[in-house]
């Protein structure tokens, strides 16, 4: 089982939609999520972070964070064409060799049609 | 892009070269990364950095070395390139080793 599991879609929804983007991982070890946002031919930029569990909103944006169910997801409210990329869910753990290296899911690329 | 050049953009260079891509931050940031992207992979950690001249290996580092002699730069070298180190390549950098902030990417062509 890979450690972080992500649907790669296309996800393809008209202008104005709720968009919903998923992550699953399977190292209960896991603390700190991210969420990257990669334009084409583009580095990818971070979007949001969340620490453990809970919900954190910014803009149109609302990361939720589900550590029982090791789950995490994106939300985009009136998603705009401005919008359409791959986006990368991230995360790592608190301690030990892994506490400054990231473990990233492969993306999901979403177009979001006017 | 957080104060983070990557250079060359662009590279052709044929089998067997020595490649040097180079990723300079002016952020004074503790930790740099090197990754490859590729379709169906993903972003994949090749080596990374905790400080000048501590560095270590990621989950592809065979074929790749790397170097930090100043906290601005990290210099990866692709020893003898090969066609499957064609790739996009992404310099990351972080103050705590927590988010990263990410490059513009070196894409390589390796004929």
């Known amino acids: 089982q890979k450690e972080v599991e992500q649907d790669p879609g296309p996800l393809s929804v008209p202008e104005g939609a709720i968009v919903s983007l998923n992550c699953t991982y399977s190292?209960?070890?896991?603390?700190?999520f991210m969420w990257y946002r990669q334009y084409s031919r583009k580095g990818p930029e971070l979007l949001m972070y969340?620490?453990?569990?809970g919900n954190k909103e910014d803009g149109r944006f609302t990361a939720q964070v589900d550590k029982s169910s090791k789950y995490i997801s994106l939300f985009i409210r009136d998603s705009q064409p401005s919008d359409s990329a791959t986006y990368l869910c991230?995360?790592?753990?608190?301690?030990?060799?892994?506490?400054?290296?990231?473990?990233f899911g492969k993306g999901t690329l979403l177009t979001v049609n006017p | 892009d957080a104060g983070i050049t990557q250079s060359p953009r662009h590279k052709v260079t044929e089998t067997g070269t020595p490649v040097t891509l180079r990723c300079h931050q002016t952020?004074?940031?503790?930790?740099m990364y090197w990754y490859r992207q590729d379709p169906g992979h993903g972003l994949r950690l090749i080596h990374y950095?905790?400080?000048?001249?501590?560095?270590d290996k990621g989950e592809v580092s065979d074929g790749y070395s790397v170097s930090r002699s100043k906290t601005e730069d990290f210099l990866l070298t692709l020893e003898s390139a090969t066609s499957s180190q064609t790739s996009v390549y992404f310099c990351?950098?972080?103050?705590?080793?927590?988010?990263?902030?990410f490059g513009p990417g070196t894409r390589l062509t390796v004929l």
């Open positions: 991230a995360m790592k753990g608190n301690s030990g060799g892994s506490n400054y290296k990231l473990t």
């Open positions: 990351a950098i972080s103050l705590e080793g927590d988010t990263q902030y």
């Open positions: 969340t620490y453990s569990s």
């Open positions: 190292n209960s070890a896991f603390q700190y």
């Open positions: 952020e004074n940031h503790r930790y």
């Open positions: 950095s905790y400080g000048v001249k501590d560095t």
